[in-house]
C-alpha cells in the first residue's frame, strides 16, 4: 500500500470516527437542553458513554488536545472532532441533517 492510500484510508477512518460520535451524541441529545450561549448539555448513558469517551481521549491525543482538566480537554477534542464531521456554529447537531442508514455513522454535544 502506497503513502498516499494510507494517508486516504487514515483520512477516511478519522471522518467515520468523527460521525459515529456526531451519531451517538445526538440520538441522546434531548429537546430544550440548549444553554443561553448555544452550549448543549448531552447526557450519553453507558454503554454509549464508555464509547463517546473513548473516541474523545483518543482524539483528543491524537489532536494534541490539552485542558486544565480532563474534562476541558475532551471538550476541545469533542469540538476538533465535530469541526472535522463539519459541523458548524448553527448545527444543534444537525438536528435537521438526513440520517444515516443502516449502519451509518451520527455525532454527540456541542455548541449550536
Not at 465535530?82 to 444537525?94: P, T
Amino acid at each position: 500500500m502506497s503513502a498516499s492510500e494510507r494517508f486516504e484510508r487514515a483520512a477516511v477512518l478519522g471522518v467515520a470516527v468523527a460521525e459515529e460520535t456526531r451519531r451517538l451524541l445526538r440520538r441522546h441529545m434531548a429537546p430544550g437542553e440548549e444553554d443561553d450561549d448555544g452550549t448543549v448539555l448531552v447526557d450519553v448513558p453507558y454503554p454509549d458513554a464508555a464509547v463517546v469517551t473513548a473516541l474523545l481521549d483518543v482524539a483528543a491525543e491524537c489532536f494534541g488536545e490539552r485542558g486544565g482538566s480532563v474534562e476541558e480537554t475532551r471538550q476541545a477534542a469533542l469540538e476538533t472532532l465535530l469541526q472535522l464531521a463539519g459541523f458548524d456554529a448553527e448545527s444543534q447537531l444537525n438536528a435537521g441533517a438526513p440520517g444515516p442508514g443502516p449502519g451509518g455513522r451520527g455525532r454527540s454535544d456541542t455548541r449550536r
